[in-house]
């Protein structure tokens, strides 16, 4: 099957784990805005034990883009960890702050 047949070739999927001082610190919205920006499709939410979790979907660079945009995150935010896992593509379409 050539890549024109399959409009997911090429396309990567990374569920992330975000830990630090990641929330009250605009970290959803900076990193909703920087997926659109690099036309990423996923999800972002804030989790109760105070980490942010994000899956992004979409051409490997524009997704390997929005990992370094995470690894610092918007003013205001500190990272001291980032878990990165692979995942199949799903076809994810746009980019949400999940609730």
């Known amino acids: 099957m050539s890549d024109d047949a399959n409009p997911q070739a090429g396309t990567i999927r990374r569920l992330v784990r975000v830990r630090g001082r990641v929330q009250g610190v605009w970290f959803r919205r900076a990193t909703r805005?920087?997926?659109?920006?690099?036309?990423?499709?996923?999800?972002?939410?804030?989790?109760?034990?105070?980490?942010?979790?994000?899956?992004?979907?979409?051409?490997?660079?524009?997704?390997?883009?929005?990992?370094?945009?995470?690894?610092?995150?918007?003013?205001?935010?500190r990272v001291d960890q980032l878990e990165i896992a692979e995942q199949p593509p799903r076809g994810e379409q746009g980019f949400s702050i999940a609730r």
Request: glycine share 12%.
């Open 33 to 77: 805005d920087e997926a659109r920006a690099h036309a990423v499709a996923g999800w972002v939410r804030n989790c109760p034990d105070g980490s942010v979790e994000a899956v992004f979907e979409g051409p490997a660079s524009a997704v390997e883009a929005l990992l370094a945009f995470v690894r610092r995150g918007p003013p205001g935010a």
